[in-house]
């Protein structure tokens, strides 16, 4: 890994925003879900929560392989319990919902810890969700479309909390505000994906990296990743 490449990581590392993130409700067209985990990249998200049915869940495998790099997404067998951990985080829910007590999505104070639940393709929020969440909110429109895709408001939506955060200075962390065991993990993976992959393999620990990213491990840990 090269010192640039090591440093970068750092930078997005310092600017996860470990307390805004989504909540796809049964979204299991690929490229929806491709473009949402995008957008989640890009404005700075360490996680996206999901609720598929189970022979579904593959799908996200095989999505955004760029991103997906970067974005973890943790899976939930029903929006209940994807709902409930949220919550015990201390996140506000919002979900996206066309009704007489939405309200504009402009309106919510994104600084605070929040998870937004956006609907499936054919179904959109189901009941569960909305009895749930503390606030529906709605895109404003004023054409004769009534709504979105889904990975188009996931953006609208997830540019005006950075927005929000950015003015707060919530990007501009001198540290980051992951764990260290995770900082560590992303930093080895993602600029030595091809030792990683082999020491997952094998039941590794990741070795100590320098301040240059360069591996720092002892002979034992290297005769054993050669063993065949």
Not at 14 to 30: I, N, Y
Not at 131 to 160: K, T, W
């Amino acid at each position: 890994m090269n010192p640039e490449r090591y440093q970068r990581i750092q930078q997005v590392l310092k600017a996860r925003q470990v307390d805004l993130t989504l909540c796809l409700e049964e979204v299991h067209k690929p490229n929806n879900v491709s473009a949402v985990i995008r957008s989640a990249d890009a404005t700075g998200l360490h996680k996206v929560h999901a609720v598929w049915p189970n022979d579904q869940m593959r799908t996200l495998s095989h999505t955004s392989a760029g991103a997906r790099n970067w974005v973890e997404v943790e899976p939930h067998d029903t929006i209940i319990d994807a709902v409930t951990e949220l919550k015990s985080q201390g996140m506000q829910i919002l979900v996206t919902n066309l009704s007489a007590t939405a309200i504009d999505f402009r309106e919510v104070d994104y600084t605070k810890p929040t998870a937004i639940i956006l609907g499936s393709e054919k179904r959109g929020i189901s009941q569960a969700a909305l009895d749930l969440a503390d606030q529906d909110i709605v895109i404003p429109m004023v054409g004769m479309v009534q709504s979105l895709n889904v990975s188009v408001a996931s953006a609208v939506i997830l540019y005006e909390a950075q927005r929000q955060r950015q003015a707060a200075g919530m990007y501009d962390r001198d540290i980051s505000q992951l764990p260290a065991e995770t900082i560590h993990r992303i930093l080895f993976e993602r600029g030595h994906p091809v030792l990683a992959k082999v020491a997952k393999r094998k039941g590794l620990a990741y070795p100590a990296l320098d301040e240059q990213g360069q591996i720092l491990a002892e002979p034992e840990w290297w005769q054993e990743m050669q063993r065949g």
